[in-house]
T-cell receptor, first 110, second 114 residues
């Protein structure tokens, strides 16, 4: 079955690194995604990783995948106030439909 | 950069009325999706559409819901007789499987059923 779990809140100081964690249950997941949602806005694709990779880096973003433990993380280096948002982890299974976690609300404090 | 667009941005309707939510996916994409997000809850899959037919639907997508691609560009979600619990943000998404499996979302339509 599909079940994606995330911690609900993360508070981080500006300039520090943020790490958002996610666990998923379906071992047949092909792709895993991170989306960002700012207040009142849609879902912005940040990055994604194929299930046969264990790491992907894209500028300030680093995705780590532990397939054995079904654990995915997103690290944001040098977190800025503009990074305050809700971050959704999602897994892609059949027909590439996405199953989302509940979202982690990241608050960046000065 | 190409993007998914949705209209209207906000729709207010009376319970029992029909609504049609419209989406224009990215032009070379072949897979289309509708999701919804009830306020404060997670984003839920409703339906996927490929090759002019539904390929998968969730248990939320009952007989009150239908999708259509009436021409080469639009992708619509119709709710025949809206209920209070249909109030949510509805997101359209499209995917180009040959292009890296990036599923792009539209800005959403906020549906309020009174």
């Amino acid at each position: 079955g599909e079940d994606v779990e995330q911690s609900l809140f993360l508070s981080v100081r500006e300039g520090d690194s943020s790490v958002i964690n996610c666990t998923y249950t379906d071992s047949s997941s092909t792709y895993l995604y991170w989306y960002k949602q700012e207040p009142g806005a849609g879902l912005q694709l940040l990055t994604y990783i194929f299930s046969n990779m264990d790491m992907k880096q894209d500028q300030r973003l680093t995705v780590l995948l532990n397939k054995k433990d079904k654990h995915l993380s997103l690290r944001i280096a040098d977190t800025q106030t503009g990074d305050s948002a809700i971050y959704f982890c999602a897994e892609s299974i059949s027909d590439y439909k996405l199953s989302f976690g509940a979202g982690t609300t990241v608050t960046v404090r000065a | 950069e190409p993007e998914v667009t949705q209209t209207p941005s906000h729709q207010v309707t009376q319970m029992g009325q029909e609504v049609i939510l419209r989406c224009v996916p990215i032009s070379n994409h072949l897979y289309f999706y509708w999701y919804r997000q009830i306020l404060g809850q997670k984003v839920e899959f409703l339906v996927s559409f490929y090759n002019n037919e539904i390929s998968e639907k969730s248990e939320i997508f009952d007989d009150q819901f239908s999708v259509e691609r009436p021409d080469g560009s639009n992708f619509t979600l119709k709710i025949r007789s809206t209920k209070l619990e249909d109030s949510a943000m509805y997101f359209c998404a499209s995917l180009d499987r040959g292009g890296g499996n990036e599923q792009f979302f539209g800005p959403g339509t906020r549906l309020t059923v009174l």
